[in-house]
């Protein structure tokens, strides 16, 4: 289309890296503004108001917030590589999966990262549950999407990329190609695309960035 797009986000963000890796995807041309969270610009804030986070999306000269939404706007904006299906009931049961990935699954992750001690065991259980689901929605596909990366995939992502470092560092098994052999298969040929692989951070310093954000 030729308008200016512009992402504002942070390079250890999932939240960020979907975004990007739609707009690669759809072959969309964008620059990128990384934000310092510690230190956040006045763009940023101008941009997103409500939230003050990343990430954002500029278009137009107008500002699309919360990563669901900003996919959402991808899809519907670009028509080229499309990421959801066109049959009704196909993409209602991808939006589902987007919805229970983005909420249910990435809230159980997030209790194990920060849910004390005597908590830890019951809510490894809940997000194992949550994995297990994932699983059987896999039903032997490369990708949530089929033969290709699509919506689900993309809301994935953190699962894809960032659960593993995160797990190591907490001395836990989540996801292992014993428990989970389709999901583990689906992370390595997600990460292993090459148009994934270039937007992704490099792993040591992911490590360093989660450990220290788990610290706080």
């Given at each position: ?211 220290a954000h788990l610290s706080k």
């Amino acid at each position: 289309m030729g308008e200016e797009v512009k992402v504002f986000g942070a390079w250890g963000s999932p939240f960020s890296s979907k975004v990007e890796l739609a707009l690669r995807l759809k072959g969309v041309p964008y620059d990128y503004i990384e934000e310092d969270l510690n230190n956040k610009s006045s763009l940023l804030l101008q941009y997103n108001p409500v939230y003050k986070k990343v990430p954002v999306l500029l278009h137009k000269g107008k500002s699309i917030t919360e990563s669901i939404i900003i996919l959402e706007y991808i899809e519907e904006t670009w028509k080229a590589y499309p990421f959801l299906p066109q049959d009704p009931n196909d993409k209602a049961m991808a939006r589902f999966w987007v919805n229970f990935i983005d909420g249910k699954c990435s809230s159980a992750i997030r209790k194990v990262a920060f849910s004390p001690e005597e908590e830890r065991e019951k809510a490894v259980e809940e997000a194992c549950e949550c994995l297990k689901t994932l699983e059987s929605a896999l039903n032997g596909k490369k990708f949530f999407g089929g033969d290709t990366i699509g919506m689900v995939d993309i809301v994935a992502l953190f699962i894809a990329f960032w659960l593993r470092p995160f797990q190591e560092i907490k001395g836990l098994e989540l996801l292992s190609s014993e428990k989970f052999p389709n999901l583990f298969k689906w992370t390595d040929d997600f990460v292993s695309c090459s148009i994934v692989t270039e937007l992704l951070p490099p792993r040591d310093k992911l490590v360093a960035h989660i450990k220290a954000h788990l610290s706080k």
